[in-house]
Nanobody, 115 residues
Framework: QVQLVESGGGLVQPGESLRLFCAAS????????MNWYRQTPGKQRELVAT???????IYAVAVKGRFTISRDNAKNTVSLQMNSLKPEDTAVYYC?????????WGQGTQVTVSS
């Protein structure tokens, strides 16, 4: 059974940092393109960051320079370091693993940025 479990979300003030983690089980995440998405109520889920099998990274314009995606293949995890957080970063963040026709999602973790 494939599981992606996110952790690390919470409530922070603007300008602070958070690190999200995604622990994969049932798959070898090193063979998957791993993504972080986020979603706010009434809006479509948006792609925040991607890390390819080869370690290449892609970021949404809104987070480039503030967020960093990385993977630890030995631990079968992916993380998202989020710095200089803004209120508009408030959302549920989802981990996603993609390979060919396989597409897996975690349950999401809430990030709230508010003073």
């Amino acid at each position: 059974q494939v599981q992606l479990v996110e952790s690390g979300g919470g409530l922070v003030q603007p300008g602070e940092s958070l690190r999200l983690f995604c622990a994969a089980s049932g798959i070898d995440s090193s063979a998957y393109k791993m993504n972080w998405y986020r979603q706010t109520p009434g809006k479509q889920r948006e792609l925040v960051a991607t890390i390819t099998v080869g370690g290449g990274t892609i970021y949404a314009v809104a987070v480039k320079g503030r967020f960093t995606i990385s993977r630890d293949n030995a631990k079968n995890t992916v993380s998202l370091q989020m710095n200089s957080l803004k209120p508009e970063d408030t959302a549920v963040y989802y981990c996603n693993a993609q390979f060919s026709n396989w597409d897996y999602w975690g349950q999401g973790t809430q990030v709230t940025v508010s003073s």
